[in-house]
């Protein structure tokens, strides 16, 4: 591994330029551009052919749709080693796509790395730092004045290193993507875990962390382990309340949060071509849910609709010549199959604190009485990376049409946020807004806002015990308003508009009435709505800056008195040494989320700020030894504090220390914040029952040590005021187990075996201090 990059490095220094790394069309087909942003940049659907019939020739079976899309963009498909669950595959991912949030640390490394221009087309999306306050127009003029700083820091290293940069108020960046990146085939990588959403037009899309992002855009291989295929097959067809929402929210049911690591969900069979492009977009959206590495569709009809619409029917017309690999192969075996018959889906409702719980809607008012969670709702929020379609908010507003129609409006409070600028604009001019408004809906910026936390929520005190119900992915405690009291529920678009319009979870849509203004009794009609406007998409204002054909000249500032930004000093290399007599920071019980690890909201402001946003690490965790969160005993004063203060105060003391885990340690967000904090602050093993597919990966790339028990009854032998030995670093090898060394107050100690998922190149970011570290060591080589 590290020869081939060092030959990559010797190549493109020596020729002095950077180079994007899609090869020319081997053919005469008329060449078809991947975006029109980038018209001389080309979809290579030949190479993708190429590299499929290689790999089938070696591997002399079928081959499932993610199969072919991942493995036709293998550096090496004549050599690379395939197994699924088990190799780790070297890739050429075709573009890059970074959210604000965590574009800064992403182009800080960049930066780090001394590389003067990006290898792959790439894109930065401003959607995350835009808070949900007063409305759209308000709140993004607040949003524009209040991040000035990052704005610019974003949009001039854009144009400095090669990088498209939407501005604020263009939309979430999965809804862009789809609807100017994605398309079949494609295999991109983005720095937000919602970024399988492109999945609904036929593309493996990726959810990474920002040192991810950073080697593909130097132009390195991209190492993934080889995923297994969990294939879903549709049967039926959605019809009545039910969605493609509850597609998704069915399978969360399944297969709960943990069931699809390290697997690509794949959905193929009869129903498929049921569901709407958009709506297989939701679907892969939320498989982050999962823990899927990513979830697809096989190219069909809907989508060619949708590329057609969306100004892309040269890439359309393109796709159906190679459609062959664009679908699984007859015959393709999966590693475990779930059937879902769409005509017998009935309407979902998943949560509360997690979005595996999931309900029929029929049930939810009973079993809401039944386990004391508050059945009033106090706001329905519809919009969402997830689910902010022209279809969605035509549902909802046929659903709203409705009330109108008798005399009601909204009886909880009611939020719309449209998913892009273009979907503003279009349901703007349709009427679709004005009815959600009329209804009570207020409408607020094409932007992710409570979604993520970025809400400045005014109607309940904090610790107020209260229900949301939303069109979002993530319900996880605190996650969209920093109330831990508050009961967040995941639904269909539709569904949430109901729901606001009765004001409880006890309503059921689909067969309980209401009362209109004049007393008599109505039941609401199933919504029905276009998937694509009648007329063009309105494109509305325009958001894109293109990066100049030659961005050297350009400056990008970074004050050394900033709150906002930082630039990055390089962690230590390993010393050589093993890791003895490590304090344990927090022994975490329960469901840690990187949301637990590195908190959105609020802390969003500091994500270029590496040293101010390390005072959230671990805030939200809850400590077993006293079940607060927050809260942990200091072992050198034995004071109480909370966990951010301790953290420094031995790394002052230069003392190493570790995290104890539970299950899917660090599920959630693909944020790299929850890994760098820890490193940041003397961190050097997180120990876990097991882990979250990306946190696992960004651990790693920080040059830290996530392990995992041999045996998972070991979590219960180790106490937060023990102290923990790893040994045997210096023979640190793929496949070798490390030994732990637990020695307990009184003297006593025990061993216990740890199992890790290394393989050798990323031995050497530990062994170098970070992934950073080793690629700025091998550019050193070449030069």
């Known amino acids: 591994m590290g020869l081939l990059i060092l030959s990559f490095f010797q190549h493109a220094l020596n020729s002095g330029i950077r180079r994007y790394h899609v090869a020319p069309v081997l053919c005469q087909r008329a060449k078809v551009a991947m975006s029109h942003f980038e018209p001389n940049e080309h979809i290579n659907y030949e190479k993708l052919e190429k590299n499929i019939n290689i790999v089938r020739k070696r591997l002399d079976r079928p081959l499932t749709l993610s199969e072919k899309i991942v493995y036709g963009h293998l550096d090496d498909p004549a050599k690379q080693e395939i197994e699924r669950g088990k190799t780790y595959l070297r890739l050429r991912p075709d573009r890059v796509a970074m959210q604000d949030a965590t574009a800064q640390m992403a182009m800080l490394q960049f930066i780090s790395s001394g590389l003067p221009k990006v290898a792959v087309p790439s894109t930065i999306h401003c959607d995350h730092l835009i808070e949900a306050q007063l409305g759209g127009e308000k709140d993004l003029r607040r949003a524009k004045d209040i991040n000035q700083e990052v704005y610019n820091f974003l949009a001039t290293a854009g144009a400095k290193y090669g990088v498209g940069f939407w501005k604020p108020g263009s939309g979430i960046i999965h809804q862009i993507i789809l609807e100017n990146y994605s398309y079949p085939g494609v295999m991109l990588i983005g720095t937000d875990s919602h970024t399988p959403n492109g999945g609904g037009l036929g593309g493996i899309c990726i959810g990474v962390g920002g040192a991810d992002a950073v080697d593909v855009m130097a132009g390195i291989p991209w190492e993934l382990k080889c995923p297994k295929v969990i294939g879903v097959k549709l049967t039926g067809k959605l019809s009545g309340w039910s969605s493609p929402k509850d597609v998704i929210l069915k399978v969360a049911g399944i297969l709960t949060v943990k069931g699809g690591t390290g697997a690509i969900i794949e959905y193929h069979g009869p129903g498929v071509d049921s569901i709407s492009c958009t709506?297989?977009?939701?679907?892969?959206?939320?498989?982050?849910?999962?823990?899927?590495?990513?979830?697809?569709?096989?190219?069909?009809?809907?989508?060619?609709?949708?590329?057609?619409?969306?100004?892309?029917?040269?890439?359309?017309?393109?796709?159906?010549?190679?459609?062959?690999?664009?679908?699984?192969?007859?015959?393709?075996?999966?590693?475990?199959?779930?059937?879902?018959?769409?005509?017998?889906?009935?309407?979902?409702?998943?949560?509360?604190?997690?979005?595996?719980?999931?309900?029929?809607?029929?049930?939810?008012?009973?079993?809401?009485?039944?386990?004391?969670?508050?059945?009033?709702?106090?706001?329905?929020?519809?919009?969402?990376?997830?689910?902010?379609?022209?279809?969605?908010?035509?549902?909802?507003?046929?659903?709203?049409?409705?009330?109108?129609?008798?005399?009601?409006?909204?009886?909880?409070?009611?939020?719309?946020?449209?998913?892009?600028?273009?979907?503003?604009?279009?349901?703007?001019?349709?009427?679709?807004?004005?009815?959600?408004?009329?209804?009570?809906?207020?409408?607020?910026?094409?932007?992710?806002?409570?979604?993520?936390?970025?809400?400045?929520?005014?109607?309940?005190?904090?610790?107020?015990?209260?229900?949301?119900?939303?069109?979002?992915?993530?319900?996880?405690?605190?996650?969209?308003?920093?109330?831990?009291?508050?009961?967040?529920?995941?639904?269909?678009?539709?569904?949430?508009?109901?729901?606001?319009?009765?004001?409880?979870?006890?309503?059921?849509?689909?067969?309980?009435?209401?009362?209109?203004?004049?007393?008599?009794?109505?039941?609401?009609?199933?919504?029905?709505?276009?998937?694509?406007?009648?007329?063009?998409?309105?494109?509305?204002?325009?958001?894109?800056?293109?990066?100049?054909?030659?961005?050297?000249?350009?400056?990008?500032?970074?004050?050394?008195?900033?709150?906002?930004?930082?630039?990055?000093?390089?962690?230590?290399?390993?010393?050589?040494?093993?890791?003895?007599?490590?304090?344990?920071?927090?022994?975490?019980?329960?469901?840690?989320?990187?949301?637990?690890?590195?908190?959105?909201?609020?802390?969003?402001?500091?994500?270029?700020?590496?040293?101010?946003?390390?005072?959230?690490?671990?805030?939200?965790?809850?400590?077993?030894?006293?079940?607060?969160?927050?809260?942990?005993?200091?072992?050198?004063?034995?004071?109480?504090?909370?966990?951010?203060?301790?953290?420094?105060?031995?790394?002052?003391?230069?003392?190493?220390?570790?995290?104890?885990?539970?299950?899917?340690?660090?599920?959630?967000?693909?944020?790299?914040?929850?890994?760098?904090?820890?490193?940041?602050?003397?961190?050097?093993?997180?120990?876990?029952?097991?882990?979250?597919?990306?946190?696992?990966?960004?651990?790693?790339?920080?040059?830290?040590?996530?392990?995992?028990?041999?045996?998972?009854?070991?979590?219960?032998?180790?106490?937060?005021?023990?102290?923990?030995?790893?040994?045997?670093?210096?023979?640190?090898?793929?496949?070798?187990?490390l030994k732990c060394i637990i020695k307990h107050p009184n003297g006593s100690q025990e061993t216990i075996m740890l199992n890790h998922t290394f393989n050798e190149s990323q031995i050497e970011w530990f062994q170098a201090g970070s992934a950073l570290n080793r690629m700025k060591e091998l550019q050193q080589k070449s030069s």
């Not at 106090?378 to 409705?402: F, H, P, W």
């Not at 007599?581 to 840690?592: F, H, Q, R």
Request: overall charge negative; aromatic content about 8%.
């Open 279 to 737: 709506g297989m977009a939701t679907i892969c959206n939320m498989g982050a849910e999962i823990g899927a590495t990513t979830s697809v569709f096989p190219y069909n009809a809907r989508m060619k609709k949708y590329l057609g619409k969306t100004g892309r029917a040269d890439i359309a017309a393109l796709a159906d010549e190679f459609q062959q690999h664009l679908v699984p192969d007859s015959g393709c075996q999966y590693d475990q199959v779930i059937e879902i018959n769409l005509s017998e889906l009935k309407p979902h409702i998943n949560g509360p604190f997690t979005p595996d719980l999931a309900h029929p809607v029929s049930d939810i008012g009973a079993v809401a009485e039944k386990e004391g969670w508050p059945v009033d709702i106090r706001v329905g929020l519809i919009g969402s990376c997830t689910n902010s379609s022209y279809e969605d908010m035509g549902r909802s507003a046929a659903v709203a049409k409705q009330a109108l129609a008798h005399g009601l409006k909204c009886k909880s409070m009611f939020t719309i946020t449209p998913g892009s600028e273009q979907i503003r604009a279009t349901i703007e001019r349709d009427g679709y807004a004005q009815i959600l408004r009329d209804v009570g809906g207020l409408v607020l910026a094409n932007a992710c806002g409570p979604c993520i936390g970025q809400w400045d929520r005014k109607d309940i005190k904090k610790g107020e015990k209260n229900t949301i119900v939303t069109s979002y992915n993530r319900n996880f405690t605190g996650r969209n308003d920093a109330n831990p009291e508050t009961h967040a529920f995941v639904t269909s678009p539709e569904i949430v508009t109901a729901l606001s319009i009765a004001g409880t979870l006890k309503f059921n849509p689909e067969t309980d009435y209401l009362t209109g203004s004049d007393g008599k009794k109505f039941k609401l009609e199933a919504p029905d709505a276009d998937e694509l406007p009648k007329l063009e998409f309105d494109p509305g204002q325009d958001t894109y800056q293109y990066p100049p054909k030659d961005g050297s000249g350009q400056h990008v500032d970074v004050s050394p008195t900033s709150q906002r930004l930082q630039l990055l000093e390089p962690f230590d290399k390993w010393d050589g040494k093993d890791l003895e007599d490590m304090l344990i920071l927090i022994k975490v019980k329960g469901k840690c989320t990187t949301d637990h690890i590195s908190a959105a909201g609020p802390w969003l402001k500091f994500r270029g700020h590496l040293d101010n946003i390390s005072n959230n690490l671990l805030i939200g965790a809850i400590n077993t030894e006293n079940g607060k969160a927050n809260s942990v005993r200091n072992a050198l004063t034995q004071e109480f504090g909370p966990v951010p203060d301790t953290a420094r105060y031995y790394k002052k003391m230069g003392v190493k220390w570790a995290v104890i885990g539970d299950e899917n340690y660090g599920e959630g967000s693909s944020r790299e914040h929850a890994a760098l904090e820890p490193r940041h602050l003397g961190g050097r093993v997180i120990i876990t029952k097991s882990f979250a597919r990306i946190h696992e990966t960004n651990l790693k790339k920080q040059g830290l040590l996530p392990l995992t028990f041999a045996d998972p009854a070991d979590y219960n032998k180790i106490h937060p005021v023990d102290k923990l030995s790893i040994v045997g670093l210096a023979d640190f090898a793929p496949g070798k187990p």
